[in-house]
């Protein structure tokens, strides 16, 4: 397997990097409308980049809500990077960020098909099956311990 690097990143400075990601995994793979995921949030969000041998092939960000609140959206790895775990060490990676920032309740709006992942990294549902860009979601919470 080749080896996977993460980097926690700027967005200004690798916008490209990560919209090539996005651009791929939502526009055009899910079909999501570029206005939906271009929402004018990311420049105050937290990224985070996967690296495969120089390429970048996932990514997240972390959004704050308030002081105590954050929120993981965006996630995305390239099809032929799936199924090597990459999801979900950025998953990983960006409920470590919110710990950091002493944030204790985490939210994501989980792509139905995927709820497994979330359900094993601690999450759990509340509500219904809501749809967003098309596609079923549903709302999950993880409380978490921040460090200190």
Partial sequence: MSHITFKTVNYKEYSAAIQGVRRSVFHIEQGVDPALDLDGKDETADHILAYVENQP???VRVRYLDHQTAKIERLAVL???R??????????KALEIAANKQINTVVIHAQDYVKSLYLKLGFVSEGEKFYEAGIAHVKMLKFIKSSI
């Fill in 57 to 59: 092939v996932g990514t």
């Fill in 79 to 81: 099809p032929e990077f």
């Fill in 83 to 92: 199924g090597r775990g990459i999801g979900k060490l950025l998953m990983e």
